[in-house]
């Protein structure tokens, strides 16, 4: 049974805020450096095939934070600090981020090497915080709260990714991308601290019950104890759908440049991604509230079905103001896949493995965005009209298929088998 080892006691909105602080952090440096940071400083050393050496670091330098994510959960499972089994990767991963960023930021404009390094070690020490803060879900916060934190989750998260649109665009524009770079690595830092200082006495150290070594943690890095069938349905499910949803991730700057070329793509990208993640923050605390009280598994598979016919529309206007729209409508679609998907994912997840479940959980997110990468890198070797409708075209096609997978696969029947409530201390 899937369930949390004992009771836990419920959470008032001010702790929920606060552990999810390190979210907004996590995601302001993902989203402009991603979007903005990388294929800015990619173009002042290549002026060829920028968006396949964009798409190839993206690709390998994900790959290295979702292995390290995997890694640090179930280390985390294992750390029996007195500061508590997650606070110490959350700290070394937030708190080290910052002097990567001040060192690209000192050496500004990097050479290619140090642009390989920048972003893979961007990846490695976030996802050492990333990888330990999922469990938190499980650890601390109850079942019939978790929709709730999941969507103070998506809600940061998608501030987070707000400030790095418009205020990485900006300095960036401004000619300010070193300034930029300290900017993203202070404002981790300081979240990964709020976030610790709220877990304060809640993160409880491991009960060590048996040594563990880094061999015997990588060899058994995709071997589980307790085996929870539908919770691997929901990662394939959630894998395809934030692959739809990450098609433009690394490309969105071109995209403009190629579709509206009388749109500055500064204005258009900002102001895709601002009204972007209005309508998906505000759909993710949303749902994110409702599914504590209506369940989980319905709104999921709605807002699946509403992406795909979203973005196939997305692909074959021409329109700027319909393109606007239609990305608008997916956008708060896409509130429930954010918030709904990961308090599902944790109340599938074995308490006594709950870090290495829940970093499983994040692969539908870091993978995702590194086959985009290489996929879309790949389509986008020619940066037309049609290489870009295409893109939207298997876009639309990956969130269809993980709409029927969910349907398929992950059934009320199995979530009401594996999901238990456990009444709330107060």
């Not at 949390?4 to 552990?19: E, H, Y």
């Not at 202070?186 to 409880?204: C, E, N, P, Q, S």
């Not at 605390?285 to 989980?296: E, F, H, N």
């Not at 319905?298 to 509403?306: D, F, H, P, Q, V």
Request: charged share 10%.
């Amino acid at each position: 049974m899937a369930t949390s080892a004992g009771t836990v006691t419920k959470r008032s909105v001010g702790f929920l805020l606060g552990m999810c602080a390190v979210m907004l952090g996590a995601n302001f440096i993902w989203t402009s450096y991603n979007s903005i940071l990388l294929p800015t400083m990619v173009e002042k050393v290549a002026t060829n095939d920028k968006g396949m050496i964009v798409g190839l670091i993206g690709f390998f330098g994900t790959l290295v934070g979702i292995t390290v994510s995997i890694l640090a959960g179930i280390i985390s499972d294992h750390t029996a600090s007195r500061w508590g089994k997650r606070t110490p990767s959350l700290l070394v991963g937030t708190l080290l981020t910052l002097p990567l960023m001040a060192l690209l930021a000192i050496f500004y404009p990097p050479a290619m090497p140090l642009i390989v390094i920048g972003f893979v070690g961007m990846q490695f020490l976030t996802n050492v915080a990333n990888g330990a803060w999922w469990p938190l879900l499980v650890d601390v916060v109850p079942e019939e709260q978790r929709g709730t934190a999941s969507g103070f989750q998506g809600m940061l998260t998608l501030i987070g990714a707000a400030l790095g649109i418009e205020l990485v665009s900006y300095l960036n524009s401004n000619g300010q991308t070193g300034l930029a770079l300290w900017v993203i690595g202070i404002v981790f830092a300081v979240t990964g601290v709020v976030a610790a200082w709220v877990l304060r006495g809640k993160d409880k150290p491991a009960v060590e019950t048996q040594k563990i070594n880094m061999l015997t943690i990588v060899r058994n890095m995709f071997t589980v104890r307790t085996r929870v069938a539908v919770f691997f349905w929901v990662v394939v499910s959630a894998l395809l759908a934030n692959m739809g949803m990450n098609s433009l991730q690394f490309f969105a700057r071109y995209f403009f440049e190629t579709y509206f070329p009388t749109i500055s793509p500064d204005f258009g990208f900002g102001l895709m991604g601002g009204i972007s993640l209005v309508f998906t923050m505000v759909s993710a605390v949303a749902s994110g509230i409702l599914s504590d009280k209506l369940g989980r598994r319905k709104i999921i598979l709605g807002s699946l079905y509403i992406c795909a016919v979203m973005t196939i529309l997305m692909g074959i206007t021409g329109n700027f103001v319909l393109f606007m729209i239609f990305a608008a409508i997916r956008s708060a679609a896409t509130g429930p896949i954010v918030a709904v998907v990961p308090a599902l994912a944790s109340g599938l997840a074995p308490a006594d493995e709950a870090g290495q479940y829940m970093a499983y959980n994040n692969l539908s997110t870091g993978l995702s965005g590194a086959l985009s990468a290489l996929v879309f890198g790949v389509i986008l070797t020619t940066m037309t009209k049609t290489t870009f409708l295409i893109l939207y075209i298997i876009s639309a096609v990956l969130f269809l298929v993980g709409a029927l997978v969910f349907q398929l696969k992950v059934t009320q029947k199995e979530l009401d088998a594996h999901i238990k409530v456990e009444a709330p201390k107060q």
